[in-house]
């Protein structure tokens, strides 16, 4: 009795050959068709007319109707005449004739007698015949490969195939990218390293019942390094690498991204051990919604596909799913249980360290120089991710090939880190003296009260224009904190006072370049009194507006949690601690009116100065450089200095 397992023996019957071959097959035949009838109907219409050499050929010779003619000697030793005859009256057509002959001297010479031109032409060889007669099938088979073969192909990429998976496969090369080329994110990198072993060394954990994770999301802001992450995941454990975005699952066609999320399983498996990487992965697991009415859409089909899929596979199959989201709030739930993405790993801002390794990493194919400090441009880079450290070192390369330095010295690190953060200098905006001086006084005014206040460390003052400021004054932190005191942060609205105190207390009159000043200073005591309970009149309570989610994440409602009395009194505290901070910088400014004169005067000078000369003249230790040499030929007197004194006209 047949096994019914088994399938049925096809291999004596004929397979038919596929629908592209056989379209392109009927595509050909049709082509050769119109090559053969269009050759066909060629040669009859410039077919000559055959006459015979008497009389008919002696009489056109004789009577000087020839225009001109050829003999013809062919390999096979046939010999004629052809030509064309000339005109009759009336007409312009010339009609082409053809006589067999046999050719001999006294027909050369019968023919010079006549004045009848005539050439030569001997027969090519038969391989030449044979090679010229299939010029015109091979530039025909051209044609049809490059207008029929390429759109099969592109049909078979495009309608054909809607539903294969675009997942693309790293290659494994030498040119891998390892944990040697990631910094900055330890945490993220040990809890990795486990899914690292299970891919070299599955049966270590296997051994006792265990099972790895089936998928990990990377969470964490843009550019924090969630992708290299996940290559140099792959290529520690040196195994197939699938990357495909979420965006690549939707399409307007119904079922092409549930038919591709379940493709791209089949081919995890087909090279497990490997690991599979869907960037974006919010593009296609946003919460499900079901408006009025319930139904549903294509990107919620390719949502069910996916989960479906995840839920079915086994970790022992060795393919691991590794997802990349820097907006998780926005998740289905049932993509983030136990069983789908087990494990959700926080790829955050680099520290100070994490800084300086990356720098180090991005520097390691440039030239710096010996002075080149990446310690210091780490320390003034709080807030960077690793994609715009590596702009800054980008950025300072091309500054130093710019201006023709075989080196990246510290100025160019410095202008690339002042660029990435407040924009490129704008030299062309030029303000006239009153602004300039206007603007002096305000950055002079922040850089005061910033160090005599005390805090993060003055790193250097400016009134270059850059991006809509038409001044700067830049702090360096010593190092990266995560929490702030009560009066550090009123040491912070202090220096933002310092320019618009600084402006009134000098000018007598205010102006609108303390726009942004105020609003960030609006913000930090509105945080101080609402969020992290730092008013003494309010007491330590939260009071944020209240976030709604209504119909499952696809709208935010935001309901005030507090009664009017209770935002009058808020915006009653916030006004008070703007204002005392105001007064705080005023007085500050009061009390070192010499120092500000003196820095707003060395900024109209030199247009920037670094914290330590903004410290010495609030110090009163403050000497200006020293100009610079003047070159030895200036030095030399001129003739006209030279003459004696009685020598010189009025």
Known sequence: MDDPDNTTDRSDT???????????????????????????????????????????????????????????????????????????????????????????????????DYNVPFRFRPQNPLLWQMVTSAIPFLVLMGLVYFLVVRQMRMVGRGAMSFGKSRAKLLARSRNRITFEDVAGIDEAREEVEEIIEFLKNPKKFQRLGGRIPKGVLLVGPPGTGKTLLAKAIAGEANVPFFSISGSDFVEMFVGVGASRVRDMFEQGKRHAPCIIFIDEIDAVGRSRFSGIGGGHDEREQTLNALLVEMDGFDTKEGVIIIAATNRPDVLDPALLRPGRFDRQIFVDLPNLEGREKILKIHARRLRLGPDADLRKIARGTAGFSGADLENLINEAALLAARRGAESIGPADLEEARDKVRWGRERRSRIPDEKERRLTAYHEAGHAVVLHVAGGEPLHKVTIIPRGQALGATMQLPERDRYTESRSKLLKMLQGLMGGRAAEELVFGDVTTGAQMDFRQ??????????????????????????????????????????????????????????????????????????????????????????????????????????????????????????????????
């Open 521 to 650: 200073a609006t913000q930090l005591a509105r945080l101080m009194v609402c969020e992290w309970g730092m008013s003494e009149e309010l007491g330590p309570q939260t009071y944020a507006e209240r976030e709604e989610l209504l119909f499952l994440g696809r709208e935010v409602s935001r309901t005030q949690t507090f009664s009017e009395e209770t935002a009058r009194r808020i915006d009653s505290e916030i006004n008070r601690i703007l204002r005392e901070a105001y007064a705080g910088a005023r007085r500050i400014l009061t009390e070192h009116l010499d120092a500000l004169h003196t820095v707003a005067r060395e900024l109209l000078a030199r247009e920037t100065l670094d914290g330590q000369d903004v410290a010495d003249i609030v110090a009163g230790r403050y000497r200006p450089p020293e100009p610079p040499p003047l070159p030895p030929a200036a030095l030399e007197p001129t003739p006209d200095a030279s003459a004696p004194a009685d020598a010189a006209g009025p």
């Open 14 to 112: 004929p397979e038919r050959p596929p629908l592209p071959m056989r379209g392109m097959l009927v595509w050909l035949l049709l082509l050769l068709i119109f090559f053969s009838l269009f050759h066909f109907f060629a040669q009859v219409q410039d077919r000559p007319d055959r006459i015979p050499y008497h009389p008919d050929f002696v009489r056109l010779v004789e009577g000087g109707r020839i225009d001109n003619c050829e003999i013809v000697l062919e390999v096979s030793g046939l010999q004629y005449v052809a030509g064309e005859m000339k005109p009759e009256e009336g007409r312009t057509k010339r009609r082409k004739f053809r006589t067999d002959i046999v050719v001999t001297d006294d027909l050369i010479q019968w023919l010079k």
